[in-house]
C-alpha cells in the first residue's frame, strides 16, 4: 500500500478525492472479448471455483479501462452450497431442494466459509498481489433476503412469489433462515477481509419486490445482523438495495457507509434520504450506454449533476452492465467521469464540456 | 343506471362512498376454478376474441365475491394486432417481426379499432346487460410505452434492454412509435366507452424500467395524448404507472381522475406526492393473500390506514392476483374491506377489529 488513499476508499469515507472514483456493476463479464475467451474453455462454475482464472477475468476490466475498484468474479450462491443447498446453474441458480418447511430451515448447515469455499480466499490473494494499488479490491456477498428468494423460490422468478409467500405463511421459519444466512454471510465477508478484500459489498437483488413494511419486517433485520457481524474491521461497508426507491429510509438504518442506488432515483433526492453520514454510488441507467456519444454524455453530465458538490459519490451503473454493451461506450464512459471531475473536490467541473 | 352512483365511480371522482369499493386486478383468472373450467376448452386467444366467454369470465369474480367493478377480460396486446404486427402468444406476447428501424415503425397502420377487434365491443354490450349495476364495467388497454416495450424487444424480458435501448439510439423513430400507439390506443378505448364502458384504465406496466428523465422524455408524453384523445368522455380516466413510486409526480401530469399505486409505497406517501385531486387504487401485496386470516387482516388493516379518511380510495392489490391464491382468502379480504369501511365516509372504522 502507498501512502495516498486510493480515491475509491477515500470516496466510500466522504473524503475529497482528485476525480470521482468509477468502477461498473458486473465488470467482469460477457460483453468483454476477453472474458468471452476464458469461458470457451471453461463453465461459469469452474471460472468461479479456479482461483487463478477468477483473479483472471476480475482484473481484464482494470487492464482495459482504467476502473478505480476491482470486484472478485464470484456468485452470490457461491458460499451457500455448503449450507447442504443442491445447488445448480441454468444459466441462473437453480435450487433442487428448495426450502419449503420449518424442518427444511433447521436441516441447513451454518458452515465455516474458509473450509467449503476456499478458492474465493485464494482468488483474493492472488489478486492483492496482481492488482495495482488503485485499484481496491471488492469482496461481497449476497444479501439474506435476496439469497432467502432463490433458496426458497427454488430458482429464478420474475415475482419470487414463493419466496414472498413464505414470509407471510411461516414468518417465524422465514426469520430463521434468514438468521442463519446472515450469520453465514457474515462469517463469509469477514473470511474475504482477513484474505484481503478492502472493501465489502452486499447485494440485496431483490430488495424491490418487498413493501417497506416487509422490508423491516424481514430483509432489514437480517442485513444489519450481516453488518453487525463485521464490526472491528477497518474497511467500507457497501449496501445496495436494488430498485429500493421506497426502502432508503430504512436501508440507512444497516448502517453501511455506502448506499447503492439505481437508476430510478436521482441522486439528488437519494441524497436527500440517506443523508449526509452516507456515501451514495450509482446510477447510470445502463440502457444509456446504447446511445449514441453525445446522448451520452448528457446521461453521464446529469448522474453527476445530480450526485452534487459534496464529497462520497462513487459513479457506477444502476444496475449490472448489460452483456451487449460496445467496451468502447465504456471506455468513453470511464474518461469523462474522470475528466469531468479533476480538481480539488472530485466533483462535476461545470467548465468542462 | 340507477339514480344512485356505484361506490367505485364515486370513488374515482373522490365523492363519499357508503364503503370502499375494492376490485382486484386480474380478478377474471386462473386462479378461479371457473375460470379454468372454461380453459379447458379453449385456449387464450380464442377466449379474448369470443364475446360470450369473455363476457362469461369478466362475470366470474362479480358473482363470486360481490366485487364493485368488472374489468373486461382481454389483453393489452389485443388491439395491436390490426397494426400489422405478428403477435403469438407463449404464453406471454411472442412478436414475429419485431420493430427494429424507423422503417419498420412507419410500416405500422393505425387501424380503426371498431373493424379490426369488434368482438371486444360486443363482449362490453353483453356485459353491460348482464352486469348488476353495483359492478361497473372498465375498459383498458396498455399504456404505449408499455406495448413499445413488447413490439420493440420481441416479447417478454426481464430488464426490456432491446426496447430502452431502441429509445436512447433511436429517440426519433421512438417517438413517432409511442405516438402510433398512443392515437391508437385512444381510439381503442373511446370506442370502448362508446360501447359501454363506464370507466377506462391505462395499464403501465413497464413504466417502472424508466428512470424519471426516460418516464419524461418518452413514456409521459405518449399517455398524456392517450388521455388527452379522450376529452369530452364523461367517464373515469385511471392510470397505473407499475412500481413507478418516483415516477409519481411527473405521474400526475397525465391527468388522470385516479392512480393506480403499486404496493412499493404505502398510500399515505403516495397521497402526499399525488395530492388531493387525484383519487388512489390499491396497493395491497398480492403475497399478503397467502398469509393465515389474522396476519392477512392486519395487512388489510394497514393499507386502509394508509389511504386516510379522506375521500377517493379504491382497494386494490398492488399487482395481478397469482394463480395459486385461493379464493376464499379473496372472498375474505373483500369482506373485511366492504365491514371494516362501512359508514359514512367509506374509511377504515377504527372501533371494527
Known amino acids: ?28 463479464g460477457r460483453y468483454l472479448p476477453e472474458y468471452r475467451k476464458v469461458r470457451e474453455k471453461v463453465d461459469f462454475l469452474t471460472l468461479t471455483k479456479t482461483p487463478e482464472l477468477a483473479a483472471e477475468v476480475t ?13 472478485l468474479f464470484s456468485d452470490i450462491m457461491t458460499p451457500v452450497e455448503g449450507m447442504g443447498v443442491d445447488l445448480g446453474f441454468d444459466p441462473g441458480p437453480v435450487i433442487g431442494n428448495p426450502i419449503r418447511t420449518l424442518e427444511d430451515v433447521e436441516r441447513l448447515r451454518v458452515p465455516d466459509p474458509r473450509e467449503t469455499v476456499p478458492f474465493v480466499f485464494e482468488a483474493i490473494g492472488i489478486l492483492r498481489e496482481e492488482l495495482p494499488d488503485s485499484a481496491p479490491l471488492i469482496g461481497f456477498a449476497g ?4 439469497l432467502f428468494c432463490y433458496l426458497v423460490e427454488g ?30 454471510m457474515s462469517a463469509y465477508l469477514r473470511a474475504q477481509a482477513e484474505a ?43 449496501y445496495f ?40 454510488q450509482g446510477n447510470l441507467d445502463p440502457a444509456a450506454l446504447f446511445a449514441p456519444r453525445e446522448a451520452l454524455g448528457t446521461q453521464i453530465r446529469s448522474v453527476l449533476r445530480e450526485a452534487g ?15 451487449a454493451t460496445d467496451p468502447d461506450a465504456v471506455a468513453f464512459l470511464v474518461d469523462c467521469v474522470h475528466e469531468w471531475t479533476e480538481g480539488e473536490t472530485g466533483a462535476l467541473d461545470p467548465e468542462k464540456p
Open 196 to 238: 484481503g478484500a478492502q472493501a465489502l459489498m452486499v447485494f440485496d437483488s431483490w430488495a424491490g419486490l418487498l413493501s417497506p413494511y416487509e422490508f423491516r419486517s424481514f430483509a432489514l433485520p437480517a442485513v444489519r445482523r450481516t453488518l453487525a457481524g463485521l464490526r472491528g474491521l477497518e474497511l467500507p461497508l457497501i
Open 241 to 280: 438495495p436494488n430498485q429500493g426507491s421506497t426502502l432508503l429510509e430504512d436501508a440507512t438504518l444497516a448502517s453501511a457507509d455506502v448506499l447503492g442506488i439505481d437508476w430510478r432515483l436521482p441522486l439528488s433526492r437519494a441524497r436527500a434520504v440517506v443523508g449526509p453520514e452516507v456515501a451514495v
Open 1 to 28: 500500500m502507498t501512502g495516498i488513499e486510493p480515491p475509491f476508499l477515500a470516496a466510500c469515507r466522504r473524503k475529497p478525492v482528485p476525480f470521482t472514483p468509477i468502477w461498473i456493476m458486473r465488470q467482469a
Open 155 to 184: 430458482g429464478a422468478s420474475k415475482t419470487f412469489i414463493g419466496a414472498k409467500s413464505f414470509l407471510f405463511a411461516e414468518p417465524d421459519a422465514a426469520r430463521i433462515l434468514l438468521n442463519k444466512l446472515a450469520d453465514l
Open 309 to 323: 458538490p459534496g464529497p462520497g459519490h462513487i459513479f457506477n451503473l444502476g444496475h449490472g452492465i448489460e452483456r
Open 59 to 71: 482484473i481484464q476490466p482494470i487492464r482495459r479501462f482504467g476502473l478505480d475498484a476491482a470486484i
Open 143 to 146: 444479501a439474506p433476503w435476496t
